[in-house]
């Protein structure tokens, strides 16, 4: 067990690496952070000498090493954009996403799974077509136009809620939350629906799917013939049955959801870590771009080494065939 | 964590605190009828005054900290922390400033001279981003408390006009804080400057979080009339869906950076009035009329080089269309690459023929390319107001008479340098006039490239005639001659057609009925002069 931690570990810094040295050499193609930051008074001379103290005119190789080395030590380096360190710039914008990305993933859940057993227990009934229906439009729509629809309704039209940013905040130690002030909770909605979405009619329909497939097995029969209720039947044997591998998946979108809530912080100018790295793309702020994806390949990194840790200890079946095991 | 204490004395009465605390009440409530919720795209990047050249952060800080001479909506200059500015009598090298008596800092130190010197120098320094515009500066000294004087390098009459954005900072404060110079990124330190601020301004900072939200305050000790806006809220919004949305649901008074396709859907929204006005920026296509051969066209030679197929182009470009369809009725079409603010503009130049695409063919025919040619076609696609649907519209116009335009469309990061390394052979380039003066963009478009001209000359234009009428327009003195000279050079460059313009950009400002705010040519609103109904 020890040995599995250790080997993954290890590979899991390769990763890192790599996917540093991946962006770093992207980062060429991205633009010339010079051109936006000078005045465009600035002479050919002045340019060559912001490159030279940026050190852009080092090969990249030279710039990715450096990155490399200090990035060890905790140092990303200053901001072009907002001339702040980036360590800290990321940590400050940090909550915001993952408090947005935790109710989410928690709306995606409860709703997902209550509508999937809804439908796979009344699979004609009109209420199960609605829920199907809309759910295409789930995942049909893109979030943006989502984002921008919910909007219009509950914030130009209704006026019930806000259109922007997070509210009123808290700051607990390092940490700031929307989650203790009624403002904050109101600005919360719409973001969390909007990005929740896609991933609720996901699990929805895994777990629609996983108990249609579940009730149709021996043991269900089994159960309803000893005359168990339906209620101990469809809670306490199909939905356990059916929820391991929504967990499993459940846990693996939970990393894109931090991840792509980039268009959703967009939108509703959430202040997170998504709408910096739009924000420092633009303006070619290469220490918050290198910082940012770092810390994603970081994210996904430790949820699919917990995941991995997880099925060691959950579920033996899973060492063997997966497939094979289930059916 | 982020927020931001002023240096400013906190113990200021019952009411700043009161509106502190209205600052962090959900912006859905009501507002505080003196308190002004404003939204723009972008945030200012830093709060130090010299580190970035760039317009919303001034806009930002000309709240904060003043200028020597600022700038009226109608372009003429204001009395700022100077109340009068002239010429040396006896030596015309020289600009002399007569202070603002009594100014005081937030701090409560008081401005004089020495923090003027202190200022410049700071502004003029290596790391900072203004020294293009103090290029020519040899000295600047102190005469007397209130009197400082700017020696140049040789005479320079518009000299005064470069100062409307260079802000004034303590030199006592900026000394004891270790920021005597601007942000060094090589330094990998953070500047206390970049946060903390200090200014003579008529609003102190209660608290900024950077792109969330930054709140101003009124200074009390401010030498100006107590304006009717004592507090500004100001929230960037990126998206601009949400920022409209934001002003019709009531959670902002005044947005900023109206989206052109919004402008008259919000005019006809009760309660919202849009404020419309001219923007010193003009938008034009340039092209290499000096290269032997063009770097990605069809043909042997540079057809840009050619009289016919210049004129030819011009004759194609159909600029009522593109206000009418591109912009929305949002721009001034105009033949010359110059907004009417700029000193050197006449209407003779302004006006503009209407395509005649047989001429265009003709000529290109004559010309010597009967069957067209191709050529790539660079754009920007995140500066200007609508830029790549322009260049959309122009592709198709002049695919009209044969010429093939391959739309390479990119982000300002990679148009702007392509720009100024002459890699590029056809492009929309726009250009503000920060100076209000002809010679500005005869110095960055016209000139032959060299040391200190010529840094935009994608055109590669180089005529040693206009060459030197330019050098000698910077020293003129006798203003009468000078704006002879100006005229002399833009009928030469109309003549040559080294630019091709197309419009001068529009602004507007959304605010809700009740609000008065004028549009500012540079886009630099300021939040004095807003008056309530």
């Known amino acids: 067990m020890i040995a599995y931690i250790l080997r993954r570990l290890a590979q899991s810094v390769l990763v890192m690496l790599v996917v540093a040295l991946v962006s770093f050499s992207l980062f060429r193609f991205v633009g010339d952070p010079v051109a936006t930051l000078m005045g465009q008074e600035a002479t050919v001379a002045d340019r060559e000498a912001l490159r030279e103290r940026l050190g852009l005119n080092e090969p990249v190789y030279m710039q990715f090493a450096d990155f490399a080395m200090r990035a060890v030590q905790g140092d990303f380096g200053i901001s072009y954009r907002l001339q702040q360190p980036v360590a800290e710039l990321i940590l400050s914008r940090l909550p915001a996403t993952l408090e947005l990305a935790f109710i989410s993933g928690i709306i995606a859940f409860v709703f997902g799974v209550g509508f999937g057993v809804y439908t796979a227990l009344n699979r004609t009934g009109w209420l199960s077509n609605v829920i199907m229906t809309t759910s295409l439009i789930g995942v049909s729509l893109p979030t943006f136009l989502i984002g921008i629809l919910l909007i219009w309704v509950f914030a130009v039209e209704l006026q019930w809620l806000p259109s922007f940013g997070r509210g009123e905040t808290v700051d607990v130690g390092s940490w700031r939350t929307g989650l203790l002030t009624p403002s904050g909770r109101a600005s919360l909605v719409l973001p969390a629906i909007t990005l929740g979405l896609y991933q609720m009619t996901l699990i929805m329909r895994l777990v629609r799917a996983e108990m249609l497939e579940v009730l149709r097995t021996d043991y269900i029969k089994f159960a309803r013939a000893r005359g168990l209720t339906n209620r101990a039947v469809n809670f306490g044997h199909a939905l356990k049955n059916t929820l391991v591998p929504v967990i499993t998946i459940t846990g693996l979108q939970l990393g894109s959801i931090i991840a792509f809530a980039i268009i959703t912080e967009t939108v509703f100018q959430w202040p997170g870590v998504g709408a910096l790295f739009i924000n420092s793309v633009q303006f070619v702020d290469v220490p918050v771009m290198a910082a940012y994806l770092m810390m994603i390949a970081l994210v996904f990194v430790v949820i699919n080494l917990i995941v991995d840790l997880l099925y060691y200890a959950v579920d033996p079946r899973l060492r063997v065939d997966r497939a094979v095991a289930r059916h | 964590m982020l927020k931001i204490q002023n240096t400013l004395n906190f113990a200021r009465t019952g009411r700043t605190?009161?509106?502190?605390?209205?600052?962090?009440?959900?912006?859905?409530?009501?507002?505080?009828?003196?308190?002004?919720?404003?939204?723009?795209?972008?945030?200012?990047?830093?709060?130090?005054?010299?580190?970035?050249?760039?317009?919303?952060?001034?806009?930002?800080?000309?709240?904060?900290?003043?200028?020597?001479?600022?700038?009226?909506?109608?372009?003429?200059?204001?009395?700022?922390?100077?109340?009068?500015?002239?010429?040396?009598?006896?030596?015309?090298?020289?600009?002399?400033?007569?202070?603002?008596?009594?100014?005081?800092?937030?701090?409560?130190?008081?401005?004089?001279?020495?923090?003027?010197?202190?200022?410049?120098?700071?502004?003029?320094?290596?790391?900072?981003?203004?020294?293009?515009?103090?290029?020519?500066?040899?000295?600047?000294?102190?005469?007397?408390?209130?009197?400082?004087?700017?020696?140049?390098?040789?005479?320079?009459?518009?000299?005064?006009?470069?100062?409307?954005?260079?802000?004034?900072?303590?030199?006592?404060?900026?000394?004891?804080?270790?920021?005597?110079?601007?942000?060094?990124?090589?330094?990998?330190?953070?500047?206390?400057?970049v946060r903390n601020t200090n200014g003579t301004g008529p609003y102190t900072v209660v608290s900024r979080d950077p792109e969330v939200r930054t709140v101003l305050a009124h200074f009390a000790g401010h030498w100006g009339d107590v304006p009717q806006v004592t507090e500004i809220i100001y929230t960037p919004i990126k998206e601009a869906a949400t920022r409209v949305a934001a002003l019709l649901s009531g959670e902002v008074d005044f947005v900023q950076d109206v989206p052109v396709q919004d402008i008259v859907r919000l005019e006809q929204t009760a309660g919202i009035k849009v404020t419309a006005g001219p923007e010193n920026r003009t938008i034009f296509f340039g092209y290499d009329v000096s290269s032997e051969k063009l770097i990605s066209a069809n043909v042997d030679d540079n057809p840009f080089s050619k009289p016919q197929v210049r004129e030819a182009l011009a004759l194609t470009l159909d600029r009522d269309a593109i206000q009418q369809v591109v912009m929305r009725g949002q721009s001034q079409p105009s033949g010359v690459a110059m907004p009417p603010f700029v000193n050197g503009w006449t209407e003779a130049m302004h006006v503009y023929s209407a395509p005649d695409y047989d001429k265009a063919k003709a000529l290109l025919t004559e010309a010597g390319y009967p069957d067209g040619f191709s050529v790539d076609f660079h754009c920007p696609n995140d500066r200007y107001l609508n830029d790549e649907a322009i260049c959309q519209a122009f592709v198709g116009m002049v695919g009209r008479i044969g010429v093939k335009a391959n739309l390479v469309s990119q982000s300002r990061t990679i148009h702007f340098p392509a720009i100024q390394n002459n890699e590029v052979d056809f492009y929309l380039l726009g250009w503000g006039v920060p100076t209000f003066d002809s010679a500005y963009i005869f110095d960055f478009l016209i000139h032959s490239k060299e040391d200190k001209r010529g840094g935009w000359n994608g055109s590669r234009y180089s005529n040693p005639e206009v060459d030197a009428m330019i050098k000698s327009i910077a020293t003129e003195t006798d203003l009468v001659a000078r704006n002879a000279t100006v005229a002399k050079i833009w009928e030469k460059v109309q003549e040559d057609r080294v630019l091709l313009a197309v419009h001068n950009q529009l602004l507007a400002y959304a605010v809700k009925d009740g609000i008065n705010l004028a549009a500012h040519p540079e886009n630099q609103p300021k939040m004095t002069t807003v008056t309530f109904d």
């Open chain 2, 17 to 193: 605190m009161m509106l502190a605390g209205a600052a962090f009440a959900l912006t859905l409530a009501a507002a505080d009828a003196n308190t002004l919720r404003w939204a723009r795209v972008g945030d200012a990047l830093t709060f130090d005054p010299h580190s970035a050249n760039e317009g919303p952060t001034s806009t930002l800080l000309h709240h904060i900290y003043e200028t020597l001479v600022g700038r009226n909506t109608d372009g003429s200059l204001a009395a700022g922390l100077a109340t009068e500015w002239s010429i040396h009598a006896e030596d015309p090298t020289i600009w002399v400033f007569k202070l603002r008596e009594g100014v005081q800092f937030h701090d409560g130190a008081d401005f004089t001279a020495e923090d003027v010197v202190f200022s410049m120098d700071r502004a003029r320094s290596e790391t900072s981003d203004f020294k293009g515009l103090h290029s020519s500066v040899a000295e600047v000294t102190a005469v007397d408390d209130y009197t400082v004087h700017v020696k140049l390098e040789g005479a320079s009459p518009l000299y005064v006009q470069n100062l409307t954005n260079t802000f004034m900072v303590d030199k006592g404060w900026a000394e004891a804080n270790g920021v005597v110079a601007p942000q060094d990124f090589k330094a990998g330190e953070e500047n206390f400057a």
